[in-house]
T-cell receptor, first 115, second 117 residues
Framework: AQKITQTQPGMFVQEKEAVTLDCTYDTSDPSYGLFWYKQPSSGEMIFLIYQGSYDQQNATEGRYSLNFQKARKSANLVISASQLGDSAMYFCAMREAPRNTPLVFGKGTRLSVIA | EAGVTQFPSHSVIEKGQTVTLRCDPISGHDNLYWYRRVMGKEIKFLLHFVKESKQDESGMPNNRFLAERTGGTYSTLKVQPAELEDSGVYFC???????????????FGPGTRLTVT
């Protein structure tokens, strides 16, 4: 069964610094997708970044990058140049094949950016 | 393009009452998902529609929950009768494959916060 583990319930980072949010996963399916979502205090779930299991390069989307280490089954999110608006809950999620399979989420990490 | 919308945004009901949540997916999205987050726990999958058909309902907690998607457009999730443990945030998401995207990205609605007292 697929599983997502986020070991950091909360993280603090100084504004303009980089921060890494940890995510490890477990699956026996060779084809899978990894996602990160942001949930600000307003409640909506915002898609940030996606990494496919067969992608050769780490995904990047603006200030977000995904440090994908397949052998270690980790998919850490790196946020560069943190901003106050980055303060939110961050969820790592995974889905196995086929592509419209529902997502399995981790428990989330609450990031607080300090001025 | 309008995103996924959910109604109501908040609902407070008493134990034993009935509540119906509604989700309007992005137009043209065949896949519609319901998820729930109970306080302090991870977001859990409830149900997946492909058009009007239930593709996977393995996450539905019990038969007090009934989901429908008539006509393959909007979906409703009814809880009858509601229990205290049903409190949480109910999210709806939709997705549709396009040849020029990498994956079936799921777009989430803002959620409905349900409180059962």
């Amino acid at each position: 069964a697929q599983k997502i583990t986020q070991t950091q319930p909360g993280m603090f980072v100084q504004e303009k610094e980089a921060v890494t949010l940890d995510c490890t996963y477990d699956t026996s399916d060779p084809s899978y997708g990894l996602f990160w979502y942001k949930q600000p205090s307003s409640g909506e779930m915002i898609f940030l970044i996606y990494q496919g299991s067969y992608d050769q390069q780490n995904a990047t989307e603006g200030r977000y990058s995904l440090n994908f280490q397949k052998a270690r089954k980790s998919a850490n999110l790196v946020i560069s140049a943190s901003q106050l608006g980055d303060s939110a809950m961050y969820f790592c999620a995974m889905r196995e094949a086929p592509r419209n399979t529902p997502l399995v989420f981790g428990k989330g990490t609450r990031l607080s950016v300090i001025a | 393009e309008a995103g996924v919308t959910q109604f109501p945004s908040h609902s407070v009901i008493e134990k034993g009452q009935t509540v119906t949540l509604r989700c309007d997916p992005i137009s043209g999205h065949d896949n519609l998902y319901w998820y729930r987050r109970v306080m302090g726990k991870e977001i859990k999958f409830l149900l997946h529609f492909v058009k009007e058909s239930k593709q996977d309902e393995s996450g539905m907690p019990n038969n007090r929950f009934l989901a429908e998607r008539t006509g393959g457009t909007y979906s409703t999730l009814k809880v009858q009768p509601a229990e205290l443990e049903d409190s949480g945030v109910y999210f709806c998401a939709s997705s549709q494959a396009h040849r020029d995207t990498r994956d079936y990205e799921q777009y989430f609605g803002p959620g409905t916060r349900l409180t059962v007292t």
